[in-house]
């Protein structure tokens, strides 16, 4: 699954550096569940108050799913989402993303749980194999 890059966003890639915000908005046009989907998250945690908020719900189609992995995948998009939302984002298997408000002593223990070995062997079930 690639962006959907506009000719005047790659032609200022071919000169030089690229304004974070058109990147977002790129990644934001192009990757329309994974943007919904951290948006989401993001106002959820906001509203829950608990610096964290995750995902259990698979993506409704191949396609979707392909936009998820896509933007967690990726580092620079992935650093780009983060940037934006001012959060720290985690992801198991084909569709459990976490967000993570920054870096306190209670979020960082939560994160390094999420994200632990363990964590991600509890989280495999037979019907997200070939996820």
Known sequence: MSLD???ALLEKAERGDVDE?????CVRESLPYAWDLISSLV????????????????????QARGQLLRALAS???RGALQR???VRLAFQ??????????????TEERYQ???????????QSE???DC
């Open 5 to 7: 890059v506009s000719p």
């Open 21 to 25: 915000r058109e990147f977002v908005d």
């Open 43 to 62: 106002a959820q945690m906001g509203v829950d108050g608990t610096g964290f908020a995750d995902n259990h719900v698979p993506p409704p189609s191949e």
């Open 75 to 77: 580092d620079a998009i």
């Open 84 to 86: 934006h939302f001012g």
């Open 93 to 106: 298997n084909c569709h459990r993303v976490a967000v993570f408000a920054p870096a306190d002593d209670t």
């Open 113 to 123: 749980r999420f994200t632990s070995v363990r964590a991600q062997l509890l989280n």
């Open 127 to 129: 019907e997200l194999r």
